[in-house]
């Protein structure tokens, strides 16, 4: 494994670049909604949690597969859907990935690597095995990567897909975002144990604990389960800790004291890689400048073009069900 | 602690209010009663709003998300003395715990022979809101088909604060839906108590029965009220209580009017709908002039886009147009 | 490896096997199909039986009692270039695994609008065979309603041949009910393909409609059988498609006979039965000469002592009763 | 805690008895099985497992609750049911327990500490939870206890209430009986991780596994499970491993080479027990003779007068749904 250094040397600007294109468009998002638009639904936004897509999601090849939960945006992005057809797809418009079927929770493109997201919690992690099992039958060497919530750890879904996974040595690396919160409950109160990636070892599946702010951690860690699924050693379970900044979804920003503190952005992801790039001489900080006036001007595009699109016919919602 | 036996009426005047005021007297009364459910503490749905200030975290409890866990563990401490209610926060979650609810809870009492008693109270809500296929089914007719649990889904705050009250005294697990799209509909509480199994008719008319569950008995009185003017009689039968099926106020209705027509969120196969329009095609067939008209979501999902949505959920000029059917 | 467009015909001529055929010659012809549930390398359900000595343990495979995972592991199989089959012992058993099947595997397609195509078969035995509540719902009217699933339910050998292989050969999910009591049915597989979606008419008669399903409908069948001797003309139509539900075909039949019973071995509120009667009630009310009588099991669970098993499912005469019935 | 030997010499004689009952208490049933009896339907017996359900089941007072899996006569046996009603049960007479509405997998009576059997393989897990939450809540200090099988640790339903009786701090005491099956699958082929016991912690629960064919250590370690339970500590899981000497049920006993050898019966418990009382003077061969001949004598007759008992009226089946 290379150190630390050559990795930010290699990946910095790249990174840079990546996280600050999930952090934009979500930013539009929660813009959008701040600014009273009645074209847009419920979004729950991954803002604080980019360093994770970018570290998961960003080293995939082609024919491996994430399921993600209804917080996905970032790990489609890092996967790299088109931002256009996402936004259209949140917005319900007919270019959308799912004809506006879906909508922010169910944005999928399996073509591009992404084999669906999730409305309910936990409900897309079997599907991962099955995308893995699938590979491993063919031999592709492909892996799947089912990427859940804290929350979703204390579903029987998780516990079952780990044990079959093991049983299976089936190529999966089971990603958990830990962002501190299910929803308005702080993690800690609803979840035993010392830690959620020690779940696995009672099942066959290795844990690993990463610092989720940190893209640098989290790309070796992921590179390291790659490579183990891929190898045919089987599968890994990678605990994220992270930090959702947001509410559960915008518009839903409720604290209450003690029991659910607002969530510090001290380890804000972005700043945090242009921090180090600025120390090894890399010009961190004037380059995460540059990344974010690209993005927004990206972005901006991708969602005008979006806005622009028409609204689905009303009878396409009745066809799709069988092939 | 205040008796359990008062009879106060609830001071709020909309649905899910009135849902929260029913408990919230409950838990008044009767220490044994304990809330637990995702988030209820914050009160993410408006049916567990505040309690928490009043009862403290000890009795308004947030859990893992573990439904068929904490639904089990739901049916185990009712068994032992304590009378639990369970926020389960969409209906659709019900799949993810589904043994628990229906192998489980629903038959406990049958298959020990009536040796378990099992009090306990599911809320939840039902029906679309804009969150698309995995959160929107009304899903009260795969439960009704499963047997074992009693079923309300009001669609007033009078139903909702009376059934739900019904509900939490009632020693048999009940399970109370609440339309999201309701959850702030205006309606005045009577003084007049309702049982768990009472459907309203909550319009008289002499031409046809409607037949319509919690939100589409909404657009039905709203269809009636405006059909009324042109002299058309529609009798809206809010089947408020789903099961144990009330077959005979089901029947009495359409006996009087010889037409009906069936109005529900669930999709069409199996459906609430089929249920009663089945009854009536057996036991008041002789009184019908009509075929019986079904008007609910087809066999597809509940799509995302605001226009695809209301596309396949019925709307008022659906039940229009079945009623116009059915009279022609 | 054989071309996987043989026609053969299954020399079996009992139910179960002949659904282990329809399996094992798939599997022949299309390396991509795997057969994954608990037990099956036993053949604990005699449709997977000896299946494991021609195609080995990593075309066959036991796993863990991981319902929801390994039918989850099934649609992500399925979207990858597998063709899955997965048993699932008892349809009761689906509860367990219920979001994965109807909120999951169901809906992926719809919801990701066509993209996810998911071409795999579950087997499971449903209905009644000693085990009590938990084991012996027919399940299929919750999954009717639950929308997405392609579902038949063989009566015959033939049946089961032909629609198990139509199963495997559609690019659908599609869900194979067996029924442990006709594990061993007998009957012909005769050289005459019958695709999803298909019903049959079984016995003809110009009396009266009876649908049926399942068991249901080998116990129909008998009873026509006696009645024809009395000169009333029973017509049978073995309801082997549920979903999506057959409409037309249903219509037809009692469109010529005028009457109609509907028998069910699931429990009576919003069963198939429901669903047929309704069906007709609406698109074929004019040609109706009595009300439809539906033989469903009451709203209780399955008993386990035999005289009680037997008090709760219809039986033939229970059938013969309602068709005297409508035909009086 | 006493040590071994006070322990036997204190309950030796009692779990001889016990462990005699349960064993001849399901001899029969296998007897009758294999006489071809017209009256029986499926029966799982757990002959060989019997140090379990005396161990465990035991040493259980007043209010402490049970959930049985599908093979659960010992355990009910062990809490002191009527082996005459169970019978009956078994054989669908309205003197059964449930007035022959359960049947052998459904056998249930709350009111002396068995608060249900379960057909679906860990369905009755979460209910214990619930009897451990109401113990707690109305301070009884009882226990729930949950007896399932290797199979049922596999399930969601058993990770999902590891979790929350961890963060419940429920006083429940998860009880494993890893008999080396699943119905017909060897144990070891479906379950990953290097243990059952293990899969506890990783959720809260610490774990411990034990010889569950010896009875003095299953009731050691239950023993210090319960006072833990008791004295408001959460949580423990037990993973007793032992043998099922039968088929999964009666009548069905398939073995396959090496995927799934006959089990030994060397691990036999009453026998160990008796041996170990030998070698302490107390006579355990010999007690074990006259435990055995005392068993079938009462259980003869329970059987006797279970088979005079008449069917229930058929009207019966359609009451009892609610209250
Ligand atoms: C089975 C199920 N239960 C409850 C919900 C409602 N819900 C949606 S998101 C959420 C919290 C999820 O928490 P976590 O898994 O930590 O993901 P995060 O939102 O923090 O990304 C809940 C309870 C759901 N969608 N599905
Ligand atoms: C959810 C569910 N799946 C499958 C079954 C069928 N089944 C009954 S017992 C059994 C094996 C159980 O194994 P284990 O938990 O180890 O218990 P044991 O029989 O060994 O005591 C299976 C698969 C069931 N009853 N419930
Ligand atoms: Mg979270
Ligand atoms: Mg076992």
Chains 1, 4 share one sequence.
């Not at chain 1, 804290?150 to 044990?163: I, K, Q, R, Y």
């Not at chain 2, 029947?251 to 027509?261: D, E, F, I, L, P």
Request: proline letters at 6%.
């Amino acid at each position: 494994m290379e150190d630390r250094q050559e990795l930010v040397e290699k990946h910095g600007d790249h990174w840079l670049r990546a996280l600050t294109d999930v952090r934009v468009f979500e930013l539009q998002l929660a813009e959008m909604h701040k600014a009273g638009s009645s074209v847009l639904g419920a979004v729950h936004l991954g803002i604080g949690q980019e360093a994770v897509a970018v570290g998961v999601a960003g080293q995939l090849i082609p024919g491996d597969q994430i399921t993600v939960s209804h917080r996905g945006h970032g790990p489609m992005l890092a996967r790299g859907l088109d931002p256009e057809r996402m936004y259209a797809e949140i917005l319900g418009r007919v270019s959308g990935y799912c004809g506006g079927k879906g909508g922010s929770m169910h944005i999928a493109c399996p073509a591009e690597g992404v084999a669906g997201a999730n409305g309910i919690v936990g409900g897309g992690i079997p599907m991962a095995l099955g995308i893995a099992k699938a590979a491993k039958e063919l031999g592709t060497g492909n892996v799947g990567v089912p990427i859940f919530g804290d929350g979703a750890a204390n579903t029987g879904a998780f516990a079952e897909t780990l044990n079959l996974a093991a049983v299976w040595e089936a190529p999966v690396v089971f990603v958990c975002e830990n962002n501190g919160y299910g929803q308005f409950t702080p993690t800690d109160a609803v979840t035993g144990g010392p830690g959620i990636f020690t779940r696995g070892e009672g099942f066959g599946v290795p844990g690993v604990e990463v610092d989720g702010e940190d893209v640098v951690a989290v790309h070796v860690e992921m590179a390291a389960a790659l490579e183990r699924a891929r190898a045919g050693e089987g599968p890994t379970l990678l605990e994220c800790r992270t930090t959702r900044w947001h509410g559960h979804h915008e518009g839903d920003e409720r604290y209450a004291g003690e029991y659910r503190p607002a969530p510090s952005r001290e380890g804000d992801p972005i700043k945090r890689l242009a921090a180090e790039m600025d120390e090894l001489g890399l010009e961190g900080g004037a380059k995460a400048e540059a990344a974010e006036a690209d993005s927004r001007k990206r972005l901006e595009a991708a969602m005008e073009a979006a806005l622009a699109a028409p609204e689905p016919a009303p009878e396409t919602a009745m066809t799709g069900v069988y092939v | 602690m205040s008796s359990a036996n008062q009879t106060a009426v609830s001071p709020a005047n909309r649905l899910a209010p009135a849902i929260r005021d029913a408990i919230a007297q409950q838990m008044r009364g009767d220490d044994r009663v304990l809330f637990w459910g995702e988030d209820i503490r914050t009160g993410v749905m408006s049916t567990s709003q505040g309690l928490v200030d009043e009862f403290g975290p000890e009795r308004v409890i947030d859990t893992p998300i573990s439904e068929g866990a904490f639904l089990g563990a739901a049916l185990g401490a009712a068994a032992n003395g304590l009378r639990p209610i369970v926020e389960i926060m969409y209906s659709s979650f019900f799949y993810v715990a589904f043994d628990q609810l229906v192998n489980q809870i629903g038959r406990a009492r049958y298959m020990t022979d009536g040796q378990v008693t099992a009090p306990l109270t599911v809320i939840a809500a039902t029906g679309a809101s804009g969150f698309a296929a995995q959160h929107s089914d009304a899903s009260y007719p795969m439960l009704m088909n499963a047997g074992g649990l009693r079923i309300v889904f009001p669609s007033t705050p009078h139903q909702a604060f009376w059934l739900t009250r019904a509900a939490l005294r009632s020693d048999d697990p009940v399970i109370v839906l609440n339309q999201p799209a309701l959850a702030g509909a205006k309606g005045e509480i009577r003084d007049e108590p309702m049982e768990l199994g009472d459907v309203e008719v909550t319009t008289h008319g002499e031409d046809v029965s409607v037949y319509a569950i919690g939100l589409m008995a909404v657009r039905a009185r709203k269809v009636a009220k405006r059909l009324a003017e042109e002299g058309i009689g529609v009798e809206v039968v809010d089947v408020c209580s789903l099961s144990p099926f009330p077959v005979e106020a089901i029947v009495a209705s359409v006996r009087r009017t010889g037409r009906a027509v069936v109005v529900d969120e669930a999709r069409l196969a199996c459906s609430a709908a089929s249920e009663i329009s089945a009854t009536i095609a057996e036991a008041a067939f002789d009184a019908l002039e009509a075929p019986i008209e079904r008007v609910a979501v087809p066999n597809v999902f509940i799509p995302y886009a605001p226009p695809l949505e209301a596309h396949v959920i019925p709307q008022e000029a659906d039940i229009e147009a079945a009623i116009r059917k059915v009279l022609a």
